[in-house]
């Protein structure tokens, strides 16, 4: 018997703007409650889990904004969910929007930590690739403006080991618009990650880009299962779903296994668990062979390749 480790994907439906965080808190306990019956190890919930998605409005008064921000973690409303996953011996991913005293200065990040069993912050992520755009734009159905409310992520994509029980687990996270970058598995794979957890808003309308929106569930699929088989990892994708704020949000949320194949779907935009036993020793199959970095790799080559910047002139 491999590193079993049991995964509950806790995909959400939407929360309303006037929904109060403990509300919301109160259908995560339900979540992590059934996480419990099923013998789950961890949780993984979505991206910015406590609030709607507000970068969808602008917003032009600071006070606005900073209402759907944590300024400690755990805080009064999430001091609930730590104790609970804590009583239950459930580890947990959880996506909010940060602001931090740090370097002098207030700072604003889409953050994710992950909790161990013991209530502990073991790791902390913030979101590198913000989509949308900084300004006010009206000509949009609805905006994305993350580029205005958070800064670029400072934390790199760490890699930890995590003890979840008898056995250990390399662990990294992503949010949301980073699981379509390459990049974003690739520094966690030259670490030798087992498991990247993740959690998303993708509303399926894509405004610059509507002729993709009937694609959305496909992209989604496609980035997560290409990053899992292309690194020999885990993958948990876990969806803020639902028509939220009349922005219909995709949910399929998904655990992806190293092979690429998909083990665990949620099928519907509701509050809904989507349960797999992920054995961590699977990794090493595609970790030893296929993509053996040490062997296969050729970086000399892709930095010769990078520094021309642009396509190499026609021979003579
Ligand atoms: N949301 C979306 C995502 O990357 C998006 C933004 C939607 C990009 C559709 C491209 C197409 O899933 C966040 N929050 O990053």
């Known amino acids: 018997m491999g590193r079993v480790i049991t995964v509950g994907a806790a995909q959400l439906g939407a929360i309303a703007r006037a929904e109060p965080r ?36 602008f917003f032009d008064k600071q006070e606005e904004i900073d209402a759907f921000f944590e300024r400690e973690m755990p805080g009064p409303d ?17 996506g909010y929007a940060e602001l931090a005293q740090e370097e002098g ?11 161990d069993k013991r209530g502990r912050i073991i790791s902390k992520y913030r979101k590198i690739h913000l989509p949308g755009h900084a300004e006010h734009e009206p000509w949009r159905r609805f905006q994305h403006l993350e580029k205005r409310y958070f800064e670029v992520g400072n934390l790199g994509w760490p890699v ?3 003890a979840f029980g008898e056995h250990k687990g390399l662990f990294g ?44 569930h496909f992209h989604n699929e496609l980035v997560m299962q290409s990053g899992a088989y292309q690194n020999g990892t885990w993958v948990v994708g876990v969806a803020k779903a639902g028509n939220e704020e009349g922005v219909e949000q995709i949910g399929n949320s998904i655990i992806v296994a190293p092979s690429g194949e998909i083990v665990a779907a949620c099928t519907t935009t509701a509050d809904e668990l989507a ?32 520094e021309r910047k642009g396509a190499a002139p026609p021979p003579e």
Not at 105 to 115: E, K
Not at 186 to 213: F, K, S, W
């Open 22 to 57: 403990a509300q919301v808190v109160e259908r995560m306990l339900a979540l992590l409650a059934q996480a419990k019956a099923h013998g789950c190890d961890l949780v993984v919930f979505p991206e910015l889990a406590l609030t709607t998605f507000f970068p969808r409005w």
């Open 78 to 94: 999430t001091r609930r969910l730590f104790d609970s996953a804590q009583q239950l011996g459930i580890g947990f991913y959880l």
């Open 105 to 115: 200065r207030t700072r604003r990040f889409n953050t994710s930590i992950l909790v």
């Open 160 to 162: 930890i080991r995590w």
């Open 173 to 216: 996270m992503a949010i949301c618009n980073d699981r379509r970058w390459p990049e974003t598995y690739r520094v966690m794979g030259l670490q030798g990650v087992e498991m990247i957890l993740l959690g998303y808003n993708t509303p399926v309308h894509n405004p610059p880009a509507p002729e993709h929106d009937a694609l959305s």
């Open 275 to 306: 349960i797999a036993r992920c054995d961590l020793d699977l990794c090493d199959s595609y970790k030893s062979t296929t993509f053996n970095f040490a062997r296969h790799r050729e970086p000399e080559q892709y930095r010769l390749i990078v």
